[in-house]
């Protein structure tokens, strides 16, 4: 199939790598990013079922902004479906990492609640600034990208692991595209719904419910970059009708199915993930 019109914008204007191996850490997922265009960048933040680490070392601010006008300057995470934002700058260059949920707290030292567009300097301290500046000395991706998975491997223990039952939710969700119900949710790990629903939120940092919908959502946008019916799209990921795909869209992105399709974004975003990027762990 040949590329796209957005697709080959998307490749013109970014530089992106990925490396050949899977992460130390089950489910990280990594890739790297370089702005090659002449203008700023404005770009918008497609929701996912991972905590995004984004670690900048390039010459060029990154910005962050959401709806309501909040601001992240710089390196940060960014929790689960924090709601419409776009990534603004020039000349960025930065490693982004997707981690599981139920990984998160084992390796940022801290509560998936806790994490909404937190800076790394708050998160790490001078650990997050060396790390920058080492990824701005070595000269390839592949040895920013082995740096970063050493520093995340090294990180792994500092907080508790998620329970067991809460990790085979989570990927039992995933594995569902978002479409397996939270009572039988419950029923498979042998836990009421109430506790399913607080130990699940506490760990993940969504309930159950709201955590399918956004894995739903992922599997749309997804299917939105092969230029698709919007119909046939919102069959096929298990929305009652057209109407409820956009509606989510809209809640997620603030843009249409149809402008989330044609965003140079979602492009990017395609290239840098498509078999790289499940939220499933091991």
């Known amino acids: 199939m040949r590329p796209s019109v957005r697709e080959r914008e998307a490749v013109t204007r970014w530089e992106v790598a ?32 991972a905590f995004t680490l984004i670690v900048e070392f390039g010459e060029g601010p990154l910005i962050v902004g959401d709806a309501v006008g909040r601001q992240q300057r710089g390196s940060l995470v960014s929790g689960l479906a924090s709601g419409p934002a776009r990534m603004r700058g020039e000349n960025v260059a930065c490693v982004e990492v997707h981690l599981p949920p139920v990984v998160t707290h084992t390796v ?33 991706w592949e040895g920013r990208f082995a740096l970063t998975d050493a520093f995340l491997a090294r990180r792994r223990g500092a907080g508790p692991p ?6 085979r939710a989570w990927n039992r969700i995933v594995a569902s595209r978002g479409q397996v119900r939270v009572e039988d949710l419950a029923a498979e790990v042998g836990w009421s719904r109430r506790r399913l629903w607080s130990r699940f939120r506490s760990q993940i940092g969504l309930p159950p419910k709201r955590a399918g919908t956004l894995v739903r959502f992922h599997h749309a946008a997804r299917h939105l970059t092969t230029g698709g019916s919007v119909a046939r799209i919102a069959t096929e990921c298990g929305y009652a009708d057209q109407s ?23 492009a990017v975003d395609h290239i840098a993930w498509t078999g ?7």
């Open 244 to 266: 409820h795909l956009h509606r989510e869209v809209m809640a997620f992105t603030a843009m249409t199915p149809a402008t989330l399709a044609g965003d140079a974004g979602l």
């Open 108 to 140: 940022l030292g801290v509560g998936p609640a806790e994490l909404d567009r937190v800076p790394l300097d708050d998160l790490w301290g001078r650990s997050a600034a060396r790390l920058r500046e080492q990824l701005n000395e070595v000269p390839s």
């Open 276 to 282: 790289h990027d499940t939220g499933e762990t091991r």
């Open 18 to 49: 990925r490396p050949p191996w899977r992460g130390r850490t089950g489910g990280i997922s990594l890739a790297g990013f370089r702005d090659r265009g002449t203008g700023p960048v404005d770009l918008p933040v497609i929701p996912r079922p």
């Open 162 to 167: 998620a329970d067991p039952e809460v990790v």
